[in-house]
């Protein structure tokens, strides 16, 4: 599967932020869903540490880090409705400003991740493996 190299220059990465990570948020929730933060805490070090981890991980590369994002963010349970979904935004939104763009599988993602779940096998790796699946450079 293809490698989407973290360049020497580590300042061309653009992470996500707090911010970027609260608008897509705000994109996803549907009308009548509630708003605002559950634990704070944990979504902030959901969103730190992908970049933490291609700071010191050998073998990284961008779709590695957007897998962080989705895993992250969807387990921290830091907002009181949408997680996945948020972090699911956030992941293909990373891999887009990074220049890659996550071509959909024909499957409906969203019951499949709910398995995941349900199955306690939602794994970065997992997650690492979608996303590679289906990222094409720009």
């Known amino acids: 599967m293809p490698r989407f190299e ?35 805490d944990d979504l902030l070090g959901a969103i730190g540490r992908p970049k ?15 897998a962080y994002y989705w895993h992250g963010i969807s387990t921290s349970h830091g907002y009181r409705q949408g997680n996945k979904r948020t972090a699911f935004v956030s992941a293909v939104n990373f891999l887009l400003m990074n220049g890659i763009q996550f071509e959909a599988p024909d499957k409906e993602l969203g019951p499949w991740i709910e398995r995941l779940f349900i199955e306690d096998t939602f794994t970065v790796e997992i997650l690492e493996d979608t996303l590679r699946r289906h990222a094409v450079w720009l």
């Open 6 to 40: 973290i360049k020497e220059d580590f300042e061309s990465i653009v992470f996500l932020d707090l911010e970027d990570v609260d608008s897509f948020h705000l994109e996803i929730l549907e009308s009548g869903e509630p708003d605002g933060y559950n634990r704070l």
């Open 52 to 66: 933490t981890n291609a700071c010191y991980e050998d073998d990284i590369d961008l779709v590695r880090v957007a």
